[in-house]
């Protein structure tokens, strides 16, 4: 929760109170904005199964047991997975009756994640091609 509240008042402090595509996110982050990140969003997706439940729930919205079954992880571990990427804000919950349904939040974090494969790709075909 204090991440959270840092992040808002940093944001706040540093006039970022318009919409998320405000153009002063598109300046040179500080270090104090670039450690938000990284302890918001990069540490979340430092796990490559939260990577997989998040383009999974990019499909659709499920229960935590469905994408247990359609990831074939332990029902355990998503759901210890989904409550670090709902702490983060990942994901989004609605409540179904007796069962929670979780969606992605925001879809640019799959943008953003397949942007970060494509860099991935090319930084993989440079170093091979330096290697021949």
């Known amino acids: 929760m204090l991440h959270v509240l840092e992040a808002v008042y940093t944001l ?5 109170t318009n919409t998320w595509m405000d153009e002063k996110l ?40 469905a994408l247990a079954k359609d990831l074939g992880f332990p029902q355990p571990t998503v759901s210890r997975h989904l409550r670090v990427l709902r702490q983060r804000a990942l ?15 925001d ?3 799959v943008d953003i994640l397949d942007n970060m494969r494509l860099v991935m790709r ?11």
Do not use: W
């Open 12 to 16: 706040h402090v540093f006039g970022y």
């Open 26 to 65: 598109m300046e040179k982050p500080s270090i104090k904005e670039l450690k938000l990140l990284h302890a918001n969003i990069c540490q979340a997706l430092g796990d490559p199964k939260r990577i997989l439940i998040l383009y999974a729930l990019d499909e659709r919205p499920r229960h935590v047991s």
């Open 91 to 105: 994901v989004s919950t609605e409540r179904n009756g007796p069962a929670v349904v979780y969606r992605l939040a």
């Open 107 to 109: 879809s640019r974090v």
């Open 122 to 132: 090319g930084a993989l075909e440079r170093q091979s091609s330096m290697l021949m």
